[in-house]
């Protein structure tokens, strides 16, 4: 599966932002989908899980009544809603495709090449 992030970019905090996840060369309702971030010096971050139907997800907690990932199917490709971005939120933000539902980077099998979020204060 091949994974391109995009909608990065540098806005204000309480700006919003839409990152996207495009797939190919796989069956992307077989895949659970999430959203990292890795800011400069840390390591990479959960920020959020969908199940393979879109029914369930999963938010680290400080995200969680900010951010909402979702999927459409029939066209292959996640999103990530930010609304009330925080200076905090600055990261590289990386889709990923695993065929088990979990928050851990190593249960991921395949990446993106990550979009560049910039929250400015």
């Known amino acids: 599966v091949q994974l391109q992030a995009s909608g990065g970019g540098l806005v204000q905090a309480g700006d919003s932002l839409r990152l996207s996840c495009a797939a190919s060369g796989g069956t992307f309702s077989s895949y659970v989908m999430a959203w990292f971030r890795q800011a400069p010096g840390t390591e990479r971050e959960f920020v959020a899980a969908?199940?393979?139907?879109?029914?369930?997800?999963y938010y680290l907690d400080s995200v969680k009544a900010r951010f909402t990932i979702s999927r459409d199917n029939a066209k292959n490709t996640v999103y990530l809603q930010m609304n009330s971005l925080k200076p905090e939120d600055t990261a590289v933000y990386f889709c990923?495709?695993?065929?088990?539902?979990?928050?851990?980077?190593?249960?991921?099998?395949?990446w993106g090449q990550g979009t560049l979020v910039t929250v400015s204060s």
């Open positions: 990923a495709a695993s065929a088990l539902y979990g928050s851990r980077s190593a249960g991921y099998d395949y």
């Open positions: 969908i199940n393979w139907s879109g029914s369930g997800t």
